[in-house]
């Protein structure tokens, strides 16, 4: 269900963009259906490899993604998409509810991680909290930038 990005590459867009990555169709269509009524545009990817394919053709401003990918782990999917944007809210959600894992997730820059089934009403709260949050770090490293010196 991916769409055309309306803006250009680099600039943000008032509707949060975000990716949905987990092997299962069935799950990245019904976190669209759940989650574009409440103003999020969501572009689905079935791949680790279809998911940075999406980030390199859209500005998005978070990920959910699922720890196992069909072609390798949701951790690599993650450190690829925050170093294409440190900012990124990137939420890891699982089937299986490892201590570990979600440490490892964190460790990586996982804004939270989720345990399947999960709450919608929960997991929409975790996103707008996580896309304030990267706003306003983004708008702290835009000032620092104005403010800073040219080397």
Do not use: C
């Not at 055309?4 to 987990?22: C, Q």
């Not at 990245?28 to 490899?49: I, K, M, R």
């Not at 500005?59 to 196992?68: G, P, Q, S």
């Amino acid at each position: 269900m991916e769409t055309a990005d309306p803006s250009p590459e680099g600039t943000r867009s008032a509707t949060p963009k975000l990716i949905v990555a987990d092997d299962d169709p069935q799950t990245t269509w019904l976190l669209a259906a759940a989650l574009e009524p409440s103003g999020y545009a969501v572009l689905q990817a079935h791949a680790a490899a279809e998911a940075i394919r999406i980030a390199q053709d859209h500005t998005v401003d978070a990920a959910l993604i699922n720890v196992r990918m069909p072609d390798g782990d949701g951790f690599g999917l993650l450190q690829a998409l925050r170093e294409r944007d440190a900012h990124l809210v990137a939420i890891m959600m699982t089937d299986h509810g490892v201590l570990d894992e979600a440490r490892r997730a964190m460790l990586l820059g996982a804004y939270d991680y989720v345990t399947k089934p999960f709450d919608l009403s929960e997991l929409r709260a975790v996103l707008d909290a996580g896309l304030a949050e990267s706003a306003d770090a983004r708008e702290a490293a835009a000032a620092a930038a104005l403010t800073s010196p040219d080397p």
